[in-house]
């Protein structure tokens, strides 16, 4: 039996929005979907659902695997979009520098799921693997990038750098986590920083000048990804 995460209280009069929040945070990194790990918000999981069905991508590549939750709940929701005729086979890569724990949990929710899961043990920061990854899917297929690795500098630019080229027109890039670096969001000083540096630095790039910050898509007030749902622009005309 898979334990829940311990629930979080509220008071309306008594309880800071704050304090709420870093229950909240707490929280979620002792979250799972069907037994597996997974480290994101409820509100930010509905939010996928919508730039899952807006966009319809053929395959999800995550950056930052962790236990396979975020890989195993794409997926379904992939395998969801199939069954609606939207695409013709869920596909997700999902990269990590280690991977023994994920696939070993992933085996265990889903035995069969190394057919539409590919887990690629990998470093973000290694020049070569878009190249990789590339190999690993048909001649343009569509895809929602998301990066949730290390959430610091190098690696959140490498993920831009290496992967924004993967997200179609209209398609999404979301960088996670830029909470690190918003002060108030921030539960201790060894959190690391960077992300949103990163992501104001490379959308000032000539391939970042594609990508628009879609912070309409912060829905449900509360998200961990402050300024991290990137949409490509349509080309004009398009
Ligand atoms: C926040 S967790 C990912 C959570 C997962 N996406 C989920 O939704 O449950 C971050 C993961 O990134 C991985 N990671 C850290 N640095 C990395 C790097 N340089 N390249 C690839 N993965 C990295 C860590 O090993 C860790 O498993």
Redesign the pocket.
Known sequence: MHELPPSVGIELTRTSLQEYWLGRLSQHVLDSYAGV????FPEDLRTYEHLIWLARPDVVI??????G??ALWLRDRLRTLATYGHISRPHVIS????LSQASALLARADPRYAEEITLVE????DPALPARVEDLMPARTRCLVIE???HVYD?TWAALAGFAAFVPEGGFFVVEDGCVDVEEMRPAEDWPRGVLPAVRDWLRTPEGEDFTVRRDLELYGISCHPEGFLQRRPKAGG
């Open positions: 790990p997974l480290a994101k995550e950056i930052g695997t962790y236990g939750g975020g990269v990590d520098l280690d990998a470093d973000i920061l949730d690795s290390a690696t």
